[in-house]
């Protein structure tokens, strides 16, 4: 029985613990402080206070270690830990603090404007007599800065609305930091108004955006806490803010229209960034009116501005992004005494508490991504695209009731003999990275092709850590606009035009491997669509060879073809597109593998470095190379062959086994070219013509009885191996 009783009543114990650990972020910051002050003596805590400012923190551990605050070095303090206090002749704080009733308590505290005006305002008695209260007490500096006009109607008129602001500062009972959870209303003293709590993971703890400076110093008859502001009363909701605020009409009209306003007067703890009208006239006449002319854009605008969680000022002590209602992030920090959103110091006023919430005013217009015209996307690392783009005219072809996708190479693709490139030139390279359709990341997968307004289309290959789109890869920050999306490459896009043979034959370099691949009968194959990887070995790879030495290598088909399909893969494999520092492993069509792997942004195949890699063909991709390859566990059976290659490859040793032989490789791994006729039904004419044409076809197969014709279409989709 006391087992089951156990068991029932564990769960309810570990809920209580992990409610009252989410609420008392306070006190753990409270207890590292100690922790960091422990050399100064017992019941020392560690501060950091802002140069140049009174404000001082508990700190977290990654202001602590940075030593700043927003943005601002930080000096080390060390003070007593609240409820104790120093002795003369002993280091630390090993004595108790006196214990009081509120009244005294806020002597003890230092809060002594707020005990005076206790005083003459006739609270004294109250909170010096019987019950459990907790008063969150306005530091001496914060009655400091207080309007003058507000300050001079208080104390004028001590007796009722100074007492009436007292008395909203109080709960009529006792609450520690620990029961001050985030989220929480509470009911002060005065004419029911409420309090708004905000408990933050990084310590601080806000009553209306007020934080407290100095938590629960305990009295007979209640706490104190030190406020660094005086509280005023909260009224109404952040919509009726809105509604009235003469500043905010432009803001106002599509947060109407858009429906946003009615959730800004219902229940929540929102925050909100609201553009002034001033920021409003900032932006481009153009812009502002599209924007305002969609009603999709214009709510994604509003919604951009609102957060769903409450963040006072006083509790954003570094850098951290939160999501908006529009979906897309902001970060929220601080530069000092100013807030910033998304690095840029903008807001003009802050801490507007209302009861649902809390507004800053803002000089700038927040356009999120998702209201902008896909040619807006281009960031500051793509100015030079964006930028061509809008000059040589297409800008105005991207319509805003259209869809595309931009390809958009960074600023360093671009050099200066691209940049001196004729025009119309230039216009067709940039029309090679528009498509005609919006095709978002998640989208794009192996084997796809892309249209691009200039007609071409683009080949999409995806590996395990890339995408690439032709000879170039996108690094990360692809965007969602209005009306399109913005994918980011590191160079200019060349879609192939020619096949890997014309490659081969237009390209001096690469004569002696040409004259090998027609040897062995293989032209056909680079000729024909596929989808391959070839390493061409330059001339230079065949230094030493003579023509003696060539004759016997093609009098040896075998030899021959196995040497030359080691450097042919099945698969279109990009240099960028592999894992840098990672050894991929790639089989090649000669059956032995060849070891792949990019370092310092070059391509290594079996450790040798790649002259230059990612040669676009139609029907696959070439990367340049000095030297011949030779599969290092493949035996020579052959003095003369032997003899040969040790001439070409002295990079590996090549193993000599008498009288083996290299196996045959059928021209079975690819699938030539079907040729069609058409024929229309009917006709003893059309009877003959068919005749004729299966008489002129017959040799032909005949000639080729290994060769096997596929129909069908197939996709092929490249994978790549990893070791």
Not at 484 to 493: A, E, K, S, V
Request: hydrophobic share 40%; net charge positive.
């Amino acid at each position: 029985m006391k087992i089951f009783l156990l068991f029932t009543f564990l769960p309810f114990l570990l809920s209580s613990f992990k409610q009252a650990a989410a609420s008392a972020h306070y006190d753990k910051i409270l207890t590292h402080s100690r922790i960091r002050a422990r050399d100064q003596g017992p019941n020392v805590c560690a501060l950091q206070q802002v140069m140049g400012t009174k404000k001082k923190y508990f700190s977290t551990c990654r202001n602590w270690y940075q030593q700043s605050i927003c943005g601002k070095k930080a000096t080390v303090l060390y003070e007593c830990c609240p409820g104790y206090m120093k002795m003369d002749g002993t280091r630390g704080c090993p004595a108790v603090a006196p214990i009081d009733h509120v009244y005294g308590t806020l002597g003890i505290v230092g809060a002594t404007t707020t005990q005076r005006y206790s005083d003459i305002s006739k609270l004294r008695e109250e909170i010096e007599g019987r019950g459990s209260f907790t008063f969150f007490a306005p530091s001496n500096e914060a009655w400091d800065q207080l309007d003058s006009e507000t300050h001079r109607n208080l104390v004028d008129n001590v007796n009722i609305e100074l007492y009436n602001s007292l008395h909203h500062h109080m709960l009529n009972k006792r609450m520690l930091t620990k029961d001050l959870k985030n989220g929480m209303t509470l009911v002060s003293m005065y004419n029911g108004q409420k309090l708004f709590i905000n408990h933050y993971p990084n310590g601080v703890v806000t009553v209306n955006c007020a934080r407290i400076i100095h938590g629960n110093q305990i009295a007979t008859n209640g706490v104190v806490h030190v406020i660094d502001r005086v509280l005023t009363s909260v009224a109404n909701t952040i919509q009726d803010f809105i509604e009235f605020e003469d500043e905010l009409s432009s803001f106002r009209a599509p947060a109407i229209t858009s429906g946003v306003m009615d959730i800004l007067g219902r229940p929540g703890h929102y925050t909100i960034f609201a553009p002034t009208n001033e920021a409003f006239e900032k932006l481009p006449r153009g812009v502002l009116e599209r924007i305002m002319g969609d009603t999709v854009a214009s709510e994604a605008l509003v919604k951009f501005h609102i957060l769903n969680t409450l963040q006072c000022s006083e509790a954003i002590t570094g850098g951290a992004v939160y999501e908006t209602l529009e979906g897309n992030t902001v970060e929220v920090g601080c530069d000092g005494e100013s807030l910033t959103v998304n690095g840029v110091k903008m807001v003009k006023r802050k801490d507007i508490v209302r009861s649902n919430g809390v507004i800053h005013l803002i000089d700038q217009v927040l356009i999120p991504d998702s209201a902008k015209q896909v040619i807006e996307l281009g960031g500051a690392q793509q100015t030079t695209f964006t930028e061509l783009v809008a000059q040589l005219g297409l800008a105005s072809s991207l319509r805003p009731e259209g869809q595309y996708t931009l390809l958009a190479p960074l600023n360093g693709a671009f050099s200066d003999d691209t940049l001196g490139l004729d025009q119309r030139l230039l216009k067709r390279i940039l029309q090679n990275h528009i498509i005609k359709v919006k095709v978002g990341l998640n989208e794009l997968y192996n084997g796809q092709e892309l249209e691009t307004i200039g007609g071409k289309l683009l080949r999409v290959f995806v590996y395990r850590t890339a995408v690439c789109i032709e000879n170039s890869c996108m690094v990360r920050g692809s965007k969602e606009g209005r009306n399109g999306f913005i994918h980011i490459f590191r160079q200019i896009i060349n879609p192939a035009e020619k096949t890997l043979h014309e490659m081969l034959r237009n390209d001096k370099r690469f004569s002696i491997f040409l004259s090998l691949v027609k040897a062995a009968d293989l032209d056909d194959v680079l000729s024909r669509p596929g989808q391959w990887t070839l390493f061409v070995p330059t001339n230079d790879a065949f230094k030493g060879l003579t023509d003696d030495d060539k004759d016997v290598l093609i009098r040896d088909k075998n030899a021959l073809r196995n040497i030359l399909l080691y450097h042919l893969t099945q698969g279109v494999f990009i240099g960028s597109g592999f894992e840098p520092g990672v050894t991929n492993i790639l089989k090649t069509i000669q059956g032995g593998k060849l070891y792949l792997k990019t370092v310092n942004d070059t391509l290594l195949v079996n450790e040798l470095k790649s002259r230059e890699s990612d040669l676009m063909a139609t029907n696959g991709v070439i990367h340049v190379i000095d030297k011949l390859l030779y599969p290092a566990e493949l035996p020579v059976g052959n003095d003369q062959l032997l003899t040969i290659l040790k001439k070409l490859i002295k990079y590996i040793q090549i193993k000599f086994v008498r009288d083996s032989t290299f196996k045959e490789i059928p021209l079975t791994f690819y699938r030539p070219e079907i040729k069609y006729t058409r024929i229309t039904a009917g006709g003893a004419d059309n009877e003959e013509k068919l005749k004729k044409i299966l008489e002129e076809e017959a040799p032909a197969r005949k000639a080729q009885p290994t060769r096997r014709a596929q129909g069908g279409g197939a996709r092929r989709r490249t994978r790549l191996a990893h070791s």
